[in-house]
C-alpha cells in the first residue's frame, strides 16, 4: 500500500451483525494488514516531518535572503542620498565658479576700459609734451634770436669793449 492509501477499515457495515467467529489465522492476518497500516502511517509521518523540516530550511532561507535584500536596498538607499547631496555640493561650487568667473570676466572689462584710457592719456601727454618741446624750442630760438639781436644791436654796450 502506497503513503496516499487509506488502511482497509474491519467494521462491518449494517445493522446487526451476526457473530462472526475468528480463527487465530484471521488474528494473524488482520495484525499483519495493522502492522502494515502502522508501518505506512509511521512512513508517512516521517516523510511529513522531514517535509516540515524542508519547509523549514527554505522559509529561513526566505528570510535570510529577504531580510538581506532589505539591508542592501536600505544600504542603496544611503548612499543615493549622500551621492545626491554630494551633486547637490559640487552643483553649489559649480554656481559659485560660475558666478566668479563672469565677476572676473567683468573685472578683466573693466580693467581693459582703464587700460585703454591710461593708453589715449599717455598718447595726449606725449603729443602735449611734444608740442611743449617744440613749444620751448621755439621761445628759445626766438630769446636767442632777440638776445643776439640786442647783443648786436649799436646802441647796446654789452660784448664790446670800453674805449
Known amino acids: ?81 549622500k551621492v545626491e547631496q554630494k551633486i547637490q555640493q559640487e552643483q553649489k561650487n559649480l554656481d559659485r565658479a560660475v558666478k566668479n568667473e ?14 585703454q584710457e591710461a593708453t589715449q592719456l599717455l598718447q595726449k601727454a606725449k603729443i602735449d609734451a611734444e608740442r611743449v618741446k617744440q613749444q620751448e624750442e621755439i621761445n628759445k630760438s626766438r630769446r636767442d634770436q632777440a638776445l643776439t639781436e640786442f647783443v648786436t644791436s649799436p646802441t647796446s654796450t654789452i660784448g664790446r669793449s670800453a674805449a
Open 1 to 81: 500500500m502506497s503513503a496516499t492509501q487509506q488502511p482497509q477499515s474491519i467494521t462491518t457495515h449494517g445493522t446487526n451483525p451476526a457473530p462472526v467467529h475468528h480463527t487465530s489465522a484471521d488474528l494473524k492476518k488482520i495484525e499483519k494488514q495493522l502492522s502494515k497500516e502502522e508501518k505506512i502511517d509511521e512512513k508517512a509521518l516521517k516523510q511529513a516531518e522531514k517535509d516540515v523540516k524542508s519547509a523549514e530550511k527554505t522559509l529561513t532561507k526566505a528570510e535570510k535572503t529577504t531580510a538581506k535584500a532589505v539591508k542592501s536596498h536600505e544600504k542603496a538607499i544611503k548612499y543615493e542620498h
Open 102 to 115: 563672469q565677476k572676473l570676466a567683468n573685472e578683466i572689462n573693466v580693467d581693459k576700459r582703464k587700460e
